[in-house]
């Protein structure tokens, strides 16, 4: 996934309907800062998101998704010489290129009493990327200070539990949970594990939040997958 690209895309399309980074944001029920965040290549957006951006500006997602490496291995190719042995050549590294860089797409939702999340994993038969951007408390009103938020993704395999990766937000003075929860961002690149690796349930997320006095307070996420996924 070629994340440069895609924050160029958005920033070209952005700029091309004269919008500012706020009016682009407002469109789809981000910050401003979100949006300067994908056109900066610190993030992109999660899968229901880029949804809408590529149905509303006309754009190819799978395009929009793959490395674009084609160009690159073309010219070195080019260099070789005319003859059966290159043209075969050529194109078992087209081949292996159009494997490398085409990338489906899972949606991963939670809806549970207490918290609403969108994400995505993007993958191909070698590898796969995780993002979760979109981390909502629906819960009963919590007026409770918090100076930390973690949030750690786990995969569960029966009773065992790795984890994948973390993330840690702290706020001087201390802030709502629904304010905390706005910079907790997952962008996991290049996973060693595959997609068909994940069953619906075996990822969870567990977010632990600090209050004013120390106390954590703990819940724990199961990610639901669209659909087990089928690599190719």
């Known amino acids: 996934m070629d994340q440069e690209k895609i924050g160029k895309t958005l920033k070209e399309i952005r700029k091309q309907n004269h919008l500012t980074q706020q009016e682009f944001a407002e469109k789809f029920g981000v910050t401003y800062q979100a949006v300067s965040k994908w056109e900066n290549n610190k993030s992109i957006p999660d899968i ?87 981390i909502n408390y629906c819960g009963k009103k919590d007026t409770n200070i918090y100076k930390k938020m973690e949030c750690i993704l786990y995969e569960k395999n029966k009773e065992k539990k790795t984890k994948i990766d973390n993330y840690t937000y702290k706020k001087i003075g201390g802030s709502t949970i629904e304010e905390l929860l706005r910079n907790i961002k997952f962008n996991i690149h290049d996973y060693v594990k595959t997609c068909k690796s994940y069953t619906a349930n075996s990822l969870e997320l567990e977010i632990n939040a600090t209050n004013q006095k120390n106390q954590i307070i703990t819940y724990k996420i199961p990610l639901k997958l669209e659909e087990n996924c089928n690599d190719k």
């Not at 005319?82 to 797409?105: K, R, Y």
Request: net charge positive; hydrophobic share 40%.
């Open 48 to 134: 229901t998101i880029l949804k809408q951006i590529c149905n509303i500006y006309n754009l190819d997602m799978n395009e929009l998704l793959s490395v674009e490496k084609k160009e690159k291995k073309k010219k070195a190719i080019s260099k070789i010489g005319i003859g059966v042995f290159v043209i075969i050549f050529i194109l078992l590294i087209l081949t292996f290129i159009n494997q490398e860089s085409n990338f489906e797409l899972k949606e991963l939702t939670a809806n549970c009493k207490n918290f609403t999340i969108t994400g995505s994993i993007a993958y191909n038969r070698n590898k796969t990327s995780i993002h979760i951007s979109n």
